[in-house]
């Protein structure tokens, strides 16, 4: 993969349909995340959203917390003192930038997907991103799914966050089950990563 020099990113610059991906510091969740997968230039992001301007607004589309919702570009980026990554759909793929976020605005309201199953009804942040995209790629996967796991890399016992997790929700660990996150979108040829949002 070619590494470009990372430099800033004004947020007028910011383009609807441009992705950033954040490293959220949420705790032992979040450190599992990017333990995972590591992301571009190997960093590690446990979130992501999409960028929508409104009316000289800027915007994310994202999943996190009870759901699918809008949240105001200033405060997204205030969650985390780390940098924040943009991501550019590349040139001959920007056509489907209208429909992946008309599909990601209809999702608002729809709850989190704390079971981390793909097709449930319910969307975590890269879930969300992912079928954004194959929707307005008239139902083709855009991103790939991988399957998942819940163990640290080499490891064969699954993180203790996890382990607590799913048993709260009275449900097995789906390891090896499709699905997709932050670092692995971030690792796609179909994005150009611009650099840090300024």
């Known amino acids: 993969m070619v590494q470009i020099n990372a430099h800033a990113i004004r947020k007028d610059e910011l383009?609807?349909?441009?992705?950033?991906?954040?490293?959220?510091?949420?705790?032992?969740m979040c450190d599992a995340i990017?333990?995972?997968?590591?992301?571009?230039?190997n960093k590690p992001f446990s979130h992501m959203g999409m960028v929508y301007i409104l009316q000289d607004n800027i915007f994310i589309i994202e999943?996190?917390?009870?759901?699918?919702?809008?949240t105001p570009l200033e405060r997204f980026i205030s969650r985390t003192k780390h940098a924040h990554w943009v991501g550019r759909i590349r040139n001959k793929y920007q056509h489907l930038i209208p429909k992946a976020t008309g599909f990601a605005l209809m999702c608002e309201g729809m709850p989190y997907d704390d079971e981390?199953?793909?097709?449930?009804?319910?969307?975590?942040?890269?879930?969300?991103?992912?079928?954004a995209f194959k929707a307005a790629n008239n139902g083709k996967p855009f991103f790939e799914l991988k399957p998942?796991?819940?163990?640290?890399?080499?490891?064969?016992?699954?993180f203790p966050v996890w382990q607590q997790h799913f048993l709260k929700l009275d449900m097995p660990i789906p390891e090896g089950a499709l699905g997709c996150n932050p670092g692995g979108i971030?690792?796609?040829?179909?994005i150009q990563m611009l650099g840090l949002l300024e």
Request: net charge neutral; glycine share 12%.
């Open 186 to 190: 971030s690792l796609s040829k179909k």
């Open 34 to 41: 990017e333990a995972v997968t590591k992301g571009y230039n």
């Open 116 to 131: 981390f199953l793909y097709g449930n009804g319910k969307y975590y942040c890269s879930e969300l991103i992912y079928d």
């Open 63 to 70: 999943s996190i917390g009870a759901g699918v919702q809008l």
């Open 15 to 28: 383009k609807t349909g441009d992705l950033i991906f954040q490293n959220l510091d949420c705790g032992p």
């Open 148 to 158: 998942m796991t819940f163990k640290a890399p080499g490891a064969y016992d699954y």
